[in-house]
């Protein structure tokens, strides 16, 4: 497999190290016949035939998929062949029913050991599970870097922070039982007032973050009582391999259940209308064709992480040293895919020229390489075809009167593109709507602070916004307004989830539900009581149900 690179569009090219050009970002690629360096943390071809249904891996007998990394090597005819990393089932809807069976009979109707088990219990089979993935750590993190190009360093990091999202969500529900341990007496009735499960869940996760957003709902989920179907991301499926028997191993049979395939499976599970609780993170228009699978999707609580297009804006009075340096991170890490991204630029126009040349100095320092490179900032893309739909924008861009505004924007090769800044965007443009999820950064010029406003408050999204200035006065009148159409204004910084204590969500079609680890808990769970009147009989029931530990729900224990 070979594709032809591509020369940039527009704007000079200058500079020192301006200079990557289509045959020198092939020449960052391992050329065939040499070995790897030890830091590539190579493996042999997974061929993973299981999947987790009903407490036992299953032998997949059918179709499977070939799963190939965005990193490949390179020939002296110019050839291009992406590596082989193994191959994943394609499962087909009886697969897809069985494992709605499987978390249906947990369930069985908020009467099964999982929904009726005690918080404390539920806490230690969660434990008993964090021990056993801590142990995959390092082949979890290789995969995720040969899978989705995640550099070694951030791959890493991904794996702490959901461990780390564990720990706070055990802690989060520690705290959340010890405040529901007590009896409120209102009017003369004696009530405790609990959250209990929803019901069977779907989790569905992102390529970008294929292990921790797809936990950061998979986990509340489960401490919460609820029984799981997840149904791995189209990028990012082999990093389950080594974890499939630390989750048959960890829960009761049915509780979870992982599977491999397409969107074929996914339409029986939300079709069969045993599904209590969808959480997605993806597009908005695939959220809404779930949702309408379900025969009864008024009964369907939807947890959702959506589209978003983050705008920042750059005001006169912004630092540039600052300004930059966040900018550079906002648009650029992990090649500009997350939602989080920095995906459009409003900069002053006094200002425009020095964050211009700012923004290319700092570009020539990002280094473009294989993700087990040292310092690497820039690796290949996952996606198939991304190169191609960066390149269209950046050419719909030039056709419309946009430039290439940094040294080397706009080149690639294969599956590596070299971070590009198109100056001036336009609404006639496409990268001015669409969500580009790449490093092309649109930088449209202002001297009307409404310009900005009016295309945030204009835009489907809502997820964040980030306002570059030090005048409190300026950066105040822009604060009022702009929390009514995000859900955070970051001052002076990057747009991020983190720390993952704070909400994390949208407005508009950029989510629904509220992420962070105290939300998460409610979000999968919803406030129960049970109540009686304050008669000596009731009383005595009461006092008897507690004392002799009758009852999981209805109970003054304090978790420590």
């Known amino acids: 497999m070979s594709s032809q690179p591509s020369t940039p569009v527009a704007g000079p090219v200058s500079g020192p190290a301006a200079a990557h050009t289509p045959e020198s970002l092939r020449g960052l690629f391992p050329v065939a016949g040499q070995p790897l360096p030890e830091a590539a943390h190579a493996f042999a071809p997974i061929e993973q035939r299981t999947c987790l249904i009903d407490g036992k891996l299953e032998e997949w007998?059918?179709?499977?998929?070939?799963?190939?990394?965005?990193?490949?090597?390179?020939?002296?005819?110019?050839?291009?062949?992406?590596?082989?990393?193994?191959?994943?089932?394609?499962?087909?809807?009886?697969?897809?029913?069985?494992?709605?069976?499987?978390?249906?009979?947990?369930?069985?109707?908020?009467?099964?050991?999982?929904?009726?088990?005690?918080?404390?219990?539920?806490?230690?089979?969660?434990?008993?599970?964090?021990?056993?993935?801590?142990?995959?750590?390092?082949?979890?993190?290789?995969?995720?870097?040969?899978?989705?190009?995640?550099?070694?360093?951030?791959?890493?990091?991904?794996?702490?922070?959901?461990?780390?999202?564990?720990?706070?969500?055990?802690?989060?529900?520690?705290?959340?039982?010890?405040?529901?341990?007590?009896?409120?007496?209102?009017?003369?009735?004696?009530?405790?007032?609990?959250?209990?499960?929803?019901?069977?869940?779907?989790?569905?996760?992102?390529?970008?973050?294929?292990?921790?957003?797809?936990?950061?709902?998979?986990?509340?989920?489960?401490?919460?009582?609820?029984?799981?179907?997840?149904?791995?991301?189209?990028?990012?499926?082999?990093?389950?391999?080594?974890?499939?028997?630390?989750?048959?191993?960890?829960?009761?049979?049915?509780?979870?259940?992982?599977?491999?395939?397409?969107?074929?499976?996914?339409?029986?599970?939300?079709?069969?209308?045993?599904?209590?609780?969808?959480?997605?993170?993806?597009?908005?228009?695939?959220?809404?064709?779930?949702?309408?699978?379900?025969?009864?999707?008024?009964?369907?609580?939807?947890?959702?992480?959506?589209?978003?297009?983050?705008?920042?804006?750059?005001?006169?009075?912004?630092?540039?040293?600052?300004?930059?340096?966040?900018?550079?991170?906002?648009?650029?890490?992990?090649?500009?895919?997350?939602?989080?991204?920095l995906k459009m630029l409003f900069v002053h126009q006094k200002r425009l020229d020095e964050f211009l040349a700012r923004m290319d100095e700092g570009i020539r320092k990002l280094r473009i390489g294989m993700p087990w490179d040292e310092g690497v900032r820039i690796t290949p893309l996952p996606v198939p075809g991304k190169s191609a739909y960066l390149d269209d924008l950046v050419q719909d861009a030039a056709a419309h009167g946009g430039k290439v505004a940094n040294s080397g924007g706009g080149t690639h090769a294969e599956t590596l593109y070299h971070p590009t800044v198109v100056c001036p965007a336009t609404p006639q443009m496409r990268v001015y709507h669409e969500e580009q999820f790449g490093p092309v950064i649109p930088v449209i010029p202002f001297t009307d602070i409404e310009t900005p406003v009016r295309y945030v408050v204009g835009s489907q999204y809502g997820q964040q916004l980030s306002i570059f200035g030090n005048d409190p006065d300026d950066v105040a009148r822009l604060i009022d307004p702009m929390v009514n159409q995000v859900c955070r204004v970051n001052i002076n910084s990057q747009c991020q989830r983190g720390p993952d204590t704070f909400p994390f969500t949208g407005r508009k079609d950029s989510a629904e539900g509220t992420l962070s680890v105290s939300d998460a808990l409610r979000c999968f769970s919803i406030r129960t009581l049970v109540a009686a009147k304050g008669s000596d009989a009731n009383k005595e029931i009461l006092t008897s149900i507690i004392r002799d530990r009758r009852s999981n729900f209805l109970s003054n224990d304090f978790i420590l």
Request: aromatic residues 8%; proline residues 6%.
């Open 61 to 341: 007998p059918g179709e499977m998929q070939q799963v190939f990394s965005p990193i490949g090597e390179v020939d002296a005819a110019g050839g291009f062949a992406p590596r082989l990393l193994g191959s994943c089932p394609i499962l087909d809807e009886a697969a897809a029913l069985r494992a709605v069976d499987a978390a249906d009979r947990a369930w069985a109707d908020g009467m099964g050991a999982w929904p009726t088990m005690g918080v404390a219990e539920r806490i230690r089979h969660v434990e008993d599970f964090a021990r056993r993935m801590a142990a995959r750590r390092t082949e979890v993190v290789r995969i995720m870097m040969w899978e989705i190009c995640k550099s070694w360093q951030d791959a890493s990091g991904e794996f702490d922070r959901t461990m780390e999202y564990l720990r706070d969500t055990i802690d989060a529900l520690k705290d959340l039982d010890r405040a529901s341990s007590r009896f409120v007496i209102e009017k003369g009735i004696y009530a405790q007032i609990r959250r209990a499960p929803l019901g069977p869940v779907l989790c569905m996760g992102p390529y970008n973050y294929p292990l921790n957003e797809t936990f950061c709902t998979l986990m509340p989920a489960l401490i919460m009582g609820n029984p799981v179907i997840v149904k791995t991301p189209r990028l990012g499926r082999l990093l389950y391999s080594p974890l499939m028997e630390a989750f048959r191993d960890a829960f009761p049979v049915g509780v979870v259940n992982i599977l491999h395939g397409d969107r074929r499976i996914v339409k029986p599970i939300m079709a069969s209308g045993r599904i209590n609780v969808l959480a997605f993170i993806g597009s908005s228009t695939a959220a809404d064709a779930l949702r309408l699978a379900h025969p009864h999707p008024h009964r369907l609580r939807c947890v959702l992480g959506l589209d978003a297009k983050n705008a920042g804006i750059v005001l006169d009075c912004a630092d540039m040293d600052l300004t930059v340096a966040e900018a550079l991170q906002g648009s650029f890490s992990f090649n500009g895919q997350r939602c989080t991204a």
